[in-house]
C-alpha cells in the first residue's frame, strides 16, 4: 500500500510539472513589451513597437496576442504606412504567438530564481503560420508573478508571413533603396499566477 501511495505521489507530481494541473496565468500588458528592428538602405537601423499585447498561459501553453494597429515607430505617418500597407489591419488585426510550455515546473521556481529554456512556437499573421525557435528567460518575480523575456532577438522573415508586397510598398513609398526582409523582434512578458 505505500508503495501504491508513493508511484500516485510521484504521478501527481509529473502531471503538474506539464501543466495539467496548473491554473492561468494572465498577460499584465502594461508591464509587458514587444519590440522590433527595422534595418532601411542597409545601414539604418531603427526599433519600434506594439503598445498592445495580450495573453495567457493556460493547460501548459502559452498564447500572446499583438495588436497590429499598435505599432509605435515614433513616426505617425509611418505608423500609419504600416498599419495599412504593411499589416492590412482592417483585415487582419492581430497576430499570436502561441508555444507550450511546462507550466506547473516554472510555476515551482522560487521568488528570484530564474531558469532558461528553448520553446518552439508558431507565429500565425496574415493567415499564414511559421515555426519559430524561441530562447527564453522565466524568473519568478515575488509570489505571485511570472517574467518570460527572450535571450535574444528572435528572427521573422516578413517573407514567410506573406509580407514582402508590403514592405516593397513601403520602401517605394519612402523612396528607400532597400528595408531588409529579416527581422529581429524582443520581448519581455509579465504573467500575473493566481
Not at 508586397?165 to 519581455?188: K, Q
Amino acid at each position: 500500500m505505500r508503495s501504491l501511495g508513493k508511484w500516485m505521489a510521484v504521478g501527481s507530481m509529473a502531471l503538474a510539472s506539464f501543466g495539467a494541473q496548473a491554473a492561468p496565468w494572465a498577460l499584465d500588458e502594461g508591464a509587458s513589451s514587444v519590440h522590433f528592428v527595422t534595418v532601411k538602405n542597409a545601414v539604418i537601423a531603427e526599433t519600434h513597437e506594439f503598445l498592445a499585447v495580450s495573453g495567457a498561459v493556460d493547460a501548459g501553453e502559452a498564447a500572446v496576442t499583438i495588436a497590429l494597429g499598435s505599432v509605435e515607430t515614433l513616426i505617425p505617418i509611418r505608423n500609419e504606412r504600416m498599419r495599412e500597407m504593411l499589416f492590412e489591419v482592417a483585415s487582419f488585426p492581430e497576430a499570436t504567438l502561441t508555444a507550450p510550455v511546462g507550466q506547473g515546473r516554472l510555476e515551482a521556481l522560487a521568488p528570484g530564481e530564474s531558469v532558461e529554456q528553448r520553446l518552439s512556437g508558431t507565429l500565425a499573421l496574415k493567415g499564414q503560420s511559421i515555426p519559430l525557435e524561441l530562447a527564453v528567460r522565466v524568473s519568478r518575480q515575488g509570489t505571485d508573478a511570472v517574467r518570460v523575456e527572450s535571450l535574444g532577438p528572435v528572427m521573422v522573415s516578413a517573407e514567410q508571413l506573406g509580407l514582402a508586397p508590403g514592405v516593397e510598398a513601403l520602401r517605394a513609398i519612402a523612396g528607400l533603396n532597400s528595408i531588409t526582409p529579416m527581422v529581429p523582434v524582443s520581448f519581455s512578458l509579465l504573467f500575473k499566477t493566481p
